[in-house]
DNA sequence: ACACCCTCCTGGAGGC
DNA sequence: TGCCTCCAGGAGGGTG
């Protein structure tokens, strides 16, 4: 599922091909992958527009278009933007059952939204803090710091797990890259986020930054589903330490990784390093 | 503030 | 082989 990783992956691989294209035609096939305006006005008000920028906002991709508008996609659980030069054979995506927008450019390349369980949402906005409002702060910026990360820890009380779900604090991460940081800074997911002490609050932030870092490099993690604008998987699978590997010995102690539910979220953990 | 559940979806996995 | 049920999960919504 993409996570930021993902998604940064994605919007890097994008800016190369889709910035400068203007939009000559969109079909919408699934309409409830339109969240915002109407499918009608969706189209409407994409068709003529050139794609200016690309850039990510936590796990949303952020499309500004020309004249002043902007285009933002929230992949959820399968969503897939695929990048398909002008050629003379039809893609497979254009009659494959899951694609549910395509993008048509006057170069005649095309933009395929592509998304099997029809989670994902497309938004057409004047203005992206319609959407992202909300959002916390980005685990890659600046504003990210152990200092940062210690405050907004301690704000609330509630479980390491739930906290670093929550959107609202930090924006990006996912089951994945949660359970993956937790076990890197010996933290169980079950913690308080209010009782953690400086130290821990700092491999906590060490952790997050590699964890990210290590997945990025490797463009990203791919289960099943997870693939790049060019349809190419990310590597990043075989460096997970507890994510999908319950039963296996963890690889600090060799204590079989466990896997219990958290906030019904599936959290995989090792009961030995990451006692408390 | 927090805990918990439900909804959206489909394909893959496991049981029989 | 085939049918059935369960499960995965991000985010928003609702209730207690």
């Given at each position: 599922m993409p996570e930021l990783p993902e998604v940064e992956t994605i919007v890097r691989k994008l800016r190369l091909r889709v910035v400068g294209q203007r939009v000559t035609d969109v079909q919408v096939?699934?309409?409830?992958?339109?969240?915002?305006?109407?499918v009608e006005r969706f189209i409407g008000e994409l068709?003529?527009?050139?794609?200016?920028a690309i850039d990510r906002r936590g796990k949303f991709v952020v499309i500004s278009l020309l004249p002043t508008k902007y285009l933002l996609i929230h992949l959820r659980m399968t969503g897939r933007l695929i990048y398909a030069d002008a050629d003379s054979q039809p893609h497979?995506?254009?009659?494959?059952?899951?694609?549910q927008v395509v993008l048509q450019f006057a170069s005649h390349t095309k933009l395929y939204f592509r998304d099997?369980?029809?989670f994902g949402r497309l938004f057409l906005v004047d203005d992206p803090s319609e959407i992202v409002a909300d959002l916390g702060i980005?685990?890659?910026?600046?504003?990210?710091?152990s200092e940062s990360l210690g405050v907004l820890l301690g704000r609330r009380h509630r479980p390491l797990k739930v906290a670093l779900l929550d959107q609202s604090m930090l924006a990006g991460l996912g089951n994945i890259y949660v359970d993956e940081s937790l076990w890197l800074a010996r933290?169980?997911?079950?913690?308080?986020?209010?009782?953690?002490v400086m130290g821990e609050v700092d491999r906590l932030y060490q952790a997050i930054g590699q964890v990210l870092a290590c997945a990025l490099e490797h463009h990203g993690t791919t289960l099943r589903d997870y693939r790049d604008p060019d349809n190419q998987a990310g590597a990043n699978a075989s460096c997970?330490?507890?994510?999908?590997?319950?039963?296996e010995p963890c690889s600090r102690c060799g204590t079989p990784i466990e896997r219990m539910i958290v906030a019904q979220r599936s959290t995989h953990y090792c009961p030995h390093c990451q006692a408390s």
């Amino acid at each position: 599922m993409p996570e930021l990783p993902e998604v940064e992956t994605i919007v890097r691989k994008l800016r190369l091909r889709v910035v400068g294209q203007r939009v000559t035609d969109v079909q919408v096939r699934w309409q409830r992958s339109i969240a915002v305006p109407s499918v009608e006005r969706f189209i409407g008000e994409l068709v003529g527009r050139e794609l200016q920028a690309i850039d990510r906002r936590g796990k949303f991709v952020v499309i500004s278009l020309l004249p002043t508008k902007y285009l933002l996609i929230h992949l959820r659980m399968t969503g897939r933007l695929i990048y398909a030069d002008a050629d003379s054979q039809p893609h497979p995506l254009e009659t494959d059952p899951h694609t549910q927008v395509v993008l048509q450019f006057a170069s005649h390349t095309k933009l395929y939204f592509r998304d099997t369980r029809k989670f994902g949402r497309l938004f057409l906005v004047d203005d992206p803090s319609e959407i992202v409002a909300d959002l916390g702060i980005e685990p890659l910026g600046a504003d990210f710091t152990s200092e940062s990360l210690g405050v907004l820890l301690g704000r609330r009380h509630r479980p390491l797990k739930v906290a670093l779900l929550d959107q609202s604090m930090l924006a990006g991460l996912g089951n994945i890259y949660v359970d993956e940081s937790l076990w890197l800074a010996r933290l169980s997911p079950c913690r308080i986020s209010d009782t953690l002490v400086m130290g821990e609050v700092d491999r906590l932030y060490q952790a997050i930054g590699q964890v990210l870092a290590c997945a990025l490099e490797h463009h990203g993690t791919t289960l099943r589903d997870y693939r790049d604008p060019d349809n190419q998987a990310g590597a990043n699978a075989s460096c997970l330490e507890v994510y999908g590997r319950t039963g296996e010995p963890c690889s600090r102690c060799g204590t079989p990784i466990e896997r219990m539910i958290v906030a019904q979220r599936s959290t995989h953990y090792c009961p030995h390093c990451q006692a408390s």
